[in-house]
């Protein structure tokens, strides 16, 4: 078969994970190609048409912190933007927006197709080549042939796709694009351990069919706060989004029609995600409830689709009808597309390295739900991450590996590789032991320094960065040394309910005060013109939580000392008498990088970890030697 082309970096799959990846090994200098079922599906919202959300805008303001793009199309295509958790504390605020779908589609695309060092090609991949145990190429159904140094999978829901509704099955990934078929039994005939899992999304509706005089409306913020750190545009809400809920007649027909959903009729096989269950599950596992919250959001600007975000199904189109209808505000309800489930095949990630490249061949590398993860913005974190190592890895340089206490991305990828997943992984700020530092934030403080030593972070944005940097050290120092008399200060108090001052105090001390805000600091001080409404609530959050932030740097810096004592690849545990059974064999499975990562391993022991502490010593020791 006739090569067509030679590439550094080949990626697999147009999503979000597909885009992070191909952007970054391109503009890393990687000649690249990114391959897609369809071009009308690049950057596609199948299920939410939103980003961002619980720990997922966290992520979101990571990527872009490291110089990716899911942040900045976020901004540029929002209809409605609203900061979660306010009424909690600042560790677990997070940004949640309303995507426009198509709009959200065309940056993305667009974004592709201005991108130097990029091609992109519209063909299913059915064949990943190898050679000796190292990645050479992938082979396309039209029997072509595109040599590359990396292959970057991120096939997202594509892989071994099958859509249920009811008793109807039928081959397909989301959107009635096919499925990419002959690719799995390629990747499984290479040793790759592959697994099955199930998800599933709502009914997209007709708008004049909702009644939403009778529906909660949910409004936008007031002041929005943009994902990225180069959003600097003054933005503005376009969309309302609504709440309805379902009842005990809702209830009744799911109850009625169980035996026909194929999630328990026995036709779907895949493992469905704990964290995001369809309606049939939440009624038969929240029996007690006698009702659940639907979220109903507008797909986009210029369509009349609306998403009933909770309201996810595989029960038989009739049902749905039925279904919908028993909802008040949903009595005429008209389907335009109806809820389904799909199976899809992904990587058991116990295969991959820290790095996200597999273990047993060189230069293939995996990214999204191809390893087991659900959601769209933990799709671009590993999505970037694997085009920078799939990239570095080419041009001879040390692959990145992301602490899991430097960021929620390390972590998502520390869980992966270390403990497996036994249903879709889900990002969640209780997954961090670390979250009051690893906030969204001061996403930038933490890893914007790592993008620009990468290559990531160009000239202005590091510009930007270290202005902001330098406007809060300013404020800080300005808040450390500014002495409030009681006279300014009382009257302040006295109108926060607080306890009046008999002598001065830094306005820095009186910051840290519960009742105590920025403004009323601004208010007594002055303003500064450098600090804007951002930067201004990071200063407030760490004057405020400073004892509990320098405890918790303080369990970081001891971390570190584990994760500093690295492990060599083909490091014999067999040998190791002081391990017991369990522990050597799931060291030799899953190879940690780190001593680290080793005692975070299920099944590990710290008399395990001892016993491998010494055991470290003594190999460096010997390896010293014979130097």
Known sequence: MPKLGNYDVIVVGGGHAGIEAAVAAARLGAKTALFTLSLDAIGNLPCNPSIGGTAKGHLVREIDALGGCMGLAADDTFLQSRMLNRGKGPAVHSLRVQTDRTAYHLY?????????NLEIKQAEVTEVTVENGAVTGVVTKLNAVYTAKSVILATGTYLGGKISVGDASYAAGPDGISAAEPLTACLKALGLPMLRFKTGTPARVHRRSINFNLLERQPGDDEIVPFSFMTHAKMKNKVDCYIAYTNEKTHAVIQKNLHRSPMYSGMIEGIGPRYCPSIEDKVVRFADKNRHQIFVEPCGEDTNEMYLQGMSSSLPEEVQNEMYRTIIGFENLEIMRPAYAIEYDCIDPLALKATLECMEIEGLYGAGQFN???GYEEAAGQGLLAGVNATRRNQGKPQIIMPRQQSYLGTLIDDLVTKGVSDPYRMMTSRSEYRLYL????????LTPL?????LVQDDRWEAFNAT??????EIAR????????????????????????TGILAVDLLKRPEITYSDIEEMIGKSAEVDPSLAARIETEVKYDGYIKRQLEQIESVKKQENVLIPEQFD???????????????????P?????AGRIPGVSPNDISQLALALALYRQQQAAKE
């Open 108 to 116: 993305t695309k667009r974004l592709l197709e201005m991108t130097p």
């Open 372 to 374: 087991g993860t659900s």
């Open 439 to 446: 906030r969204q934030d001061n996403a930038d403080e933490r």
């Open 451 to 455: 993008g620009r030593e990468l290559g």
């Open 469 to 474: 940097m330098h406007a809060k050290k300013q």
């Open 479 to 502: 808040l450390t040394a500014a002495r409030l008399t009681p006279a300014q200060a009382n009257p302040i108090l006295e109108k926060k309910g607080g306890s009046p001052l008999k």
């Open 573 to 591: 545990y067999s040998t190791l008498g002081g391990l017991r059974l369990e522990a050597r064999e799931k060291l030799a499975k899953i190879r």
């Open 593 to 597: 990088h780190s001593l680290g990562q």
